[in-house]
């Protein structure tokens, strides 16, 4: 099930903006499952500048080796040390505990252009 909170992007990550302004990237379940075991996450430094639908970082698992993708543009205010650390919790709680970055959006109206949960279901039935 995809939280009604997030928006998607049709790579397969989510975004969920926080009462602060902050928003937190990820990606889906239906990614995690797609790539099977995670086994290693390469993400940004803190400061780095992320552009909305370019790679920010990649995931590795033991299927294949995969580019991340933003779904907004803006300044990385924090990576998950814990799943660069514990990469497996990508895959037992992508929506959770597996996040990747905290970014201060440089264009929050960059959030229409992304998928509702319920967009994003349709999206991957046709997958």
């Not at 500048?49 to 803006?74: C, H, M, R, Y």
Request: charged share 25%; hydrophobic share 35%; proline share 6%.
């Amino acid at each position: 099930m995809n939280p009604e909170d997030c928006r998607y992007t049709r790579e397969h990550e989510w975004v969920r903006m926080e009462d602060d302004g902050v928003a937190v990237v990820g990606i889906t379940d239906y990614a995690q499952h797609q790539l099977g075991d995670v086994v290693y996450v390469d993400l940004p430094e803190v400061g780095t500048t992320v552009e909305q639908n370019q790679p920010f970082g990649s995931i590795d698992s033991v299927k294949t080796a995969s580019d991340l993708f933003s779904p907004l543009s803006g300044e990385v205010l924090e990576v998950n040390q814990a799943a660069g650390d514990s990469p497996e919790l990508v895959n037992s709680d992508p929506y959770g505990e597996g996040w990747m970055l905290k970014v201060r959006p440089s264009d929050a109206s960059q959030l229409d252009l992304l998928m509702t949960a319920g967009e994003y279901a349709e999206y991957t039935r046709e997958a």
